[in-house]
Nanobody
Framework: VQLQASGGGLVQAGGSLRLSCAAS????????LGWFRQPPGKEREFVAA????????NYADSVKGRFTISRDNAKNTVNLQMNSLKPEDTAVYYC?????????????WGQGTLVTVSS
């Protein structure tokens, strides 16, 4: 599975950005998709994940109520709508994929897209 993330950029605090990740998998619907981020000087952390649909999502506490993950199975894409952005959301954001049901970590990773939130 190849993943290509896009949509990062510079935004002021309180603003919004929408990240997208295109996947090459033929069996896209069999994969759980996730977003992770790595703030400057810190370790990578979980942001959000989605299984089959928006009824099967999971979020980090730090983004609940502000970020929304969704997937378009017809287009093989997963999106992350980020609202009410804060300077602490500044990070390189990565999309990732693993087979639904797997619990041993994500197998496939995109190249990352930089999000910078100015105060």
């Amino acid at each position: 599975v190849q993943l290509q993330a896009s949509g990062g950029g510079l935004v002021q605090a309180g603003g919004s950005l929408r990240l997208s990740c295109a996947a090459s998998a033929r069996t896209f619907t069999r994969y759980e998709l996730g977003w992770f981020r790595q703030p400057p000087g810190k370790e990578r952390e979980f942001v959000a994940a989605i299984k089959w649909s928006s009824d099967n999502t999971n979020y980090a506490d730090s983004v609940k109520g502000r970020f929304t993950i969704s997937r378009d199975n017809a287009k093989n894409t997963v999106n992350l709508q980020m609202n009410s952005l804060k300077p602490e959301d500044t990070a390189v954001y990565y999309c990732a994929a693993r087979p639904i049901g797997s619990t041993i970590g994500y197998d496939y990773w995109g190249q990352g897209t930089l999000v910078t939130v100015s105060s």
